[in-house]
């Protein structure tokens, strides 16, 4: 049996998982396609910001802050 510190552990795990799939599979973060430096931290800071900012148009409109894709698409 789980204790409560346990759920609140797991519901953590579930986001992060959550967001680290969503960097992968909509972000396209595995293959960065960058050729320098200056670029690999340019394109991670504009998926950074992409995210934010769906996360953002998520919570004015009401919408699960998860659903990013609706947002990106």
């Keep these: ?3 409560s ?3 609140r552990l797991l519901r953590k795990r579930f ?3 959550t967001i680290n799939s969503q ?3 909509h972000l396209r973060i595995e293959e ?3 050729r320098s430096y200056q670029g690999l931290t ?4 504009g998926a950074v910001l992409a995210f934010t900012f ?3 148009l998520n919570r004015k409109t009401g919408r699960p802050l998860l659903a990013v894709k609706s947002v990106l698409v």
């Design 1 to 3: 049996f789980h204790t």
């Design 5 to 7: 510190e346990d759920m």
């Design 15 to 17: 986001i992060v998982e």
């Design 23 to 25: 960097f992968k599979d």
């Design 32 to 34: 960065p396609l960058a």
């Design 42 to 45: 340019t394109r991670l800071w």
């Design 54 to 56: 769906a996360q953002y």
